[in-house]
């Protein structure tokens, strides 16, 4: 039987896979940020995760993720929080303002509601786009042929600041469409990079989880999201 793995055990492996994989095309590991997606997960796990080393926590639904961090203040415990999950206008408000950043945003009514309640607490929100990169239109995510038209609606709001792209790709473990998906993201943000009033900050390209970080790593991408890797299987 397999010897059972500490979560600090898994961190460190993938934080030394992460290092090693940006090493061997050529990219500085520092560029790349793991997201440790604690989703579903006791509060216990994120402080094994964190006594390891983990200082970027992710969560994908609404409530969870307000009352972890409400949780995790209690403990004094400081770490950054993103929300990765999808999104709906009326759940912004648990969201906000907790989220150091939304991965999440594709929709003209979750924009306006972040925007709303931004602009009421005085806060600048930073956020990325998601994409469907996969082709198939059950996927969530903006389509890639409306994403011009979504970045201008973005510019127009004062207390949102788009920082890049992230897309959740096809359920597949074939290496060839995954890289297919994460080259159009990469490819995408570079051309709205040329379009940028302050590129320097239009700098992220969330990509990679569990089965696939080291493509994505490969083909750019600046922040990985990786639960099963590091917390285990979830129990739900
Ligand atoms: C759950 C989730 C992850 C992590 O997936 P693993 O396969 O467990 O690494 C990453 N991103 C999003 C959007 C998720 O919902």
């Known amino acids: ?31 790349i940020t793991i997201v440790a997606v604690s989703k579903m997960h006791a509060l216990s796990y994120v402080q094994q995760a964190y006594d390891a080393g983990a200082r970027v926590f992710g969560e994908n639904y609404a409530q969870e993720f307000r009352d972890k961090i409400q949780e995790a203040q209690s403990l004094d415990f400081t770490s950054e929080w993103h929300f990765i999950g999808a999104l709906q ?62 970045m201008e609606q973005l510019h127009g709001y004062a207390n949102i600041k788009p920082r890049g792209l992230m897309t959740i790709p096809t359920a597949t473990d074939d290496n060839a469409q995954l890289s297919k998906e994460f080259t159009l993201l990469r490819t995408i943000h570079e051309n709205l990079k040329q379009t940028c009033e302050h590129p320097n900050d239009w700098d992220i390209l969330s990509m990679g989880m569990s089965d ?6 490969r083909e750019g991408g600046t922040h990985v999201r990786i639960g099963t890797a590091i917390f285990g299987e979830r129990t739900q």
């Open 212 to 217: 696939d970080f080291t493509l994505a790593i």
């Open 89 to 150: 206008s009326n759940k912004v408000k648990y969201v906000i303002p907790h989220a150091k950043l939304i991965h999440s945003c594709s929709t003209a009514s979750v924009a306006d509601e972040i925007q709303r309640l931004s602009k009421k607490l005085d806060i600048i929100t930073h956020v990325l786009v998601q994409v469907n990169t996969s082709g198939e239109s059950s996927k969530s995510g903006i389509e890639p042929n409306q994403i011009d038209a979504f």
């Open 1 to 31: 039987m397999q010897q059972m793995q500490s979560i600090a055990d898994r961190w460190k492996r993938i934080e030394q896979e992460v290092h090693d994989t940006a090493l061997s095309c050529g990219r500085n590991p520092q560029d």
